[in-house]
């Protein structure tokens, strides 16, 4: 069966500072893969997905990036985060049917 | 374009009670599929169900069954015999067919459901 993990899964960093947050998919190949963004108390906001290794498509032009260095690896990153990067990130697989599932989760707060 | 409204913010009952939760789409895709995502307090999104456009059947699982009706581009959530453990945000999502290109999802913005004891 497949399964999705992330993390960190709690992050507080300074304004200015890096980001890096990982995703990675098991048991399954060449998934469709997508970062979200979801505010506190609002609703999922697509950032990036991916087709396949090295291919990323932006949906919001903003301070964040993504690559796909390997079949089943999505990173999410920033140089220097801005406060309104605190959010909840959810990364997310999509199989052949389109259903897409999503991992656990990081919770970035930044100061 | 696409877009999915759920009108519904926030839906309060007490255990025991039936309750609904709406959802209306819109897209010019002949193709598409419908979603119900759970998303409890610990945050992860729980996929519930998945429906392809051409199957305006009904499903029930347990507790839970929805309403597909492509006359009135709704699709539907009731959850009969509401428990606690069924407080969450409940979101609806319509997807692109990925046979025929697409790859995105489309979300509402979520229902808060609180279901007292």
């Known amino acids: 069966s497949q399964t999705i993990h992330q993390w960190p899964a709690t992050l507080v960093q300074p304004v200015g500072s890096p980001l890096s947050l990982e995703c990675t998919v098991e048991?399954?190949?060449?998934?469709?893969l997508y970062w979200y963004r979801q505010a506190a108390g609002r609703g999922l906001q697509l950032l990036f997905y991916?087709?396949?290794?090295?291919?990323i498509s932006s949906e919001v032009p903003q301070n964040l990036s993504a690559s796909r260095p390997q079949d089943r690896q999505f990173i999410l990153s920033s140089k220097k985060l801005l406060l309104s990067d605190s959010g909840f990130y959810l990364c997310?697989?999509?199989?052949?049917?389109?259903?897409?599932?999503f991992g656990p989760g990081t919770r970035l707060t930044v100061l | 374009a696409q877009k999915v409204t759920q009108a519904q913010t926030e839906i309060s009952v007490v255990e025991k009670e039936d309750v609904t939760l709406d959802c209306v789409y819109e897209t010019r895709d002949t193709t598409y599929y419908l979603f119900w995502y759970k998303q409890p307090p610990s945050g992860e999104l729980v996929f519930l169900i998945r429906r392809n456009s051409f199957d305006e059947q009904n499903e029930i699982s347990g507790r839970y069954s929805w309403n597909f009706q492509k006359s009135t581009s709704s699709f539907n959530f009731t959850i009969t015999a509401s428990q606690v453990v069924d407080s969450a945000v409940y979101f609806c999502?319509?997807?692109?067919?990925?046979?025929?290109?697409?790859?995105?999802?489309?979300f509402g913005a979520g229902t808060r459901l609180f279901v007292k004891a």
């Open positions: 999502a319509l997807s692109e067919a990925p046979d025929t290109g697409g790859f995105k999802t489309i």
């Open positions: 997310a697989w999509r199989n052949r049917r389109g259903t897409q599932y």
């Open positions: 991916s087709v396949g290794i090295g291919q």
């Open positions: 048991g399954t190949s060449n998934p469709n």
